[in-house]
């Protein structure tokens, strides 16, 4: 069988496997943000945080949720990372924005990040201060166990079809969650132009 059939077979196993269940318990929370008043912050390095600066997008033109991606400042992120580590990117930038219990965090990542294995600790640090500051913590993973899946208040892990595809799989079902979500008629306010 062809890599592009096999490929392509995964995504739709993946997309029949989903737990829809967690996806509804997400949108009803940033629900629950939008009426609060609440700003949703979407966190995500490499390829999640272009996911994340499209899903603003979104979530704000769609969505009518405030919403940002601090990877779109990049001037910001590499001052923070230059002056204070790579660590606490998230940490400044959600302390200076103010973050409080009405908003959300969302974590769109592969792993979710790790401590032990010193992989997007600055997932993990922002995931912590976001619960000492008693904010709604989301994500949409790659795998179990890592910082997010075990401490985010609803996470969705996407079916790990096949451990050499997992990277591509979780970033291209990033996507699709977050437009699900968006389209989503409890929390659309708005028409796309086609």
């Not at 405030?66 to 990049?74: G, H, I, K, L």
């Not at 294995?117 to 640090?125: E, F, I, P, R, W």
Request: proline share 3%; net charge negative; glycine share 10%.
């Amino acid at each position: 069988m062809s890599f592009t059939i096999e490929y392509m077979k995964e995504v739709s196993k993946i997309a029949e496997s989903i737990d829809t269940s967690k996806i509804e318990e997400m949108i009803d929370s940033l629900v629950e943000v939008r009426n609060s008043g609440g700003r949703l912050f979407i966190l995500g390095v490499g390829g999640s945080a272009g996911n994340a600066s499209h899903a603003v997008n979104d979530f704000r033109k769609l969505a009518g949720i405030e919403s940002y991606a601090p990877t779109d400042n990049v001037s910001e992120l590499t001052a923070r990372a230059n002056d204070e580590g790579f660590e606490t990117i998230f940490v400044g930038y959600l302390s200076v924005s103010k973050l409080s219990a009405r908003d959300c965090v969302l974590i769109l990542s592969v792993g979710g990040g790790d401590l032990d294995k010193g992989v997007s600790t600055n997932l993990c640090s922002a995931i912590d201060y976001a619960k000492l500051k008693g904010a709604k913590v989301m994500g949409i993973v790659g795998r179990e166990g890592g910082h997010t899946h075990k401490f985010a208040n609803h996470c969705l892990v996407i079916p790990p079809i096949n451990s050499a595809a997992v990277t591509p799989h979780s970033e291209a079902f990033q996507a699709i969650v977050w437009h699900l979500m968006v389209s989503h008629p409890k929390i659309k306010t708005n028409a796309t132009k086609w």
